[in-house]
């Protein structure tokens, strides 16, 4: 079983990415960077935006790793949704990618996955 959370983008999420469909969708076919979890269980512990301001992402994700805690639901891997990646390569987003996965890494000891769904 693998237990993850989902960051997204706020600005992205349920506007041009409406209910997060594709993440679902991809999830239930183990499609893009869920396809790691073949064969396994897939646990979604959170879904969380990233407060619409690249400095709020880190503090973010520490209030989901505390409430997860605080409910008995913590989760192993983080995935930066496809929606931020996309915001950095297609928009003025100015969120470092993989320097966000080093900090989350460094500072939550998590598995950090950039990417969710592959459309
Ligand atoms: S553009 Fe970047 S900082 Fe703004 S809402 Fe999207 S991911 Fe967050
Ligand atoms: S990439 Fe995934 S998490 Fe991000 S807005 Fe789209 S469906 Fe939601």
Same mark, same amino acid.
């Given at each position: 079983?693998?237990?993850?959370?989902? @960051?997204?983008?706020?600005? %992205?999420?349920?506007?041009?990415?409406?209910?997060?469909?594709?993440?679902?969708?991809?999830?239930?076919?183990?499609?893009?960077?869920?396809?790691?979890?073949?064969?396994?269980?897939?646990?979604?512990?959170?879904?969380?935006?990233?407060?619409?301001?690249?400095?709020?992402?880190?503090?973010?994700?520490?209030?989901?790793?505390?409430?997860?805690?605080?409910?008995?639901?913590?989760?192993?891997? %983080?995935?930066?949704?496809?929606? @931020?990646?996309?915001?950095?390569?297609?928009?003025?987003?100015?969120?470092?990618?993989?320097?966000?996965?080093?900090?989350?890494?460094?500072?939550?000891?998590?598995?950090?996955?950039?990417?969710?769904?592959?459309?």
């Amino acid at each position: 079983m693998a237990r993850i959370i989902i @960051i997204s983008c706020k600005k %992205i999420k349920d506007i041009t990415c409406v209910s997060c469909m594709k993440c679902f969708k991809a999830i239930q076919e183990r499609q893009g960077e869920f396809a790691r979890y073949q064969g396994q269980e897939l646990d979604i512990v959170a879904m969380g935006d990233c407060g619409d301001c690249p400095g709020l992402v880190m503090p973010k994700v520490g209030l989901i790793s505390d409430l997860a805690k605080a409910y008995g639901r913590d989760f192993d891997v %983080i995935h930066i949704g496809t929606c @931020i990646v996309k915001a950095t390569t297609t928009a003025k987003c100015p969120i470092d990618v993989e320097g966000l996965a080093e900090k989350l890494r460094a500072k939550f000891g998590k598995e950090v996955v950039i990417g969710t769904h592959p459309w």
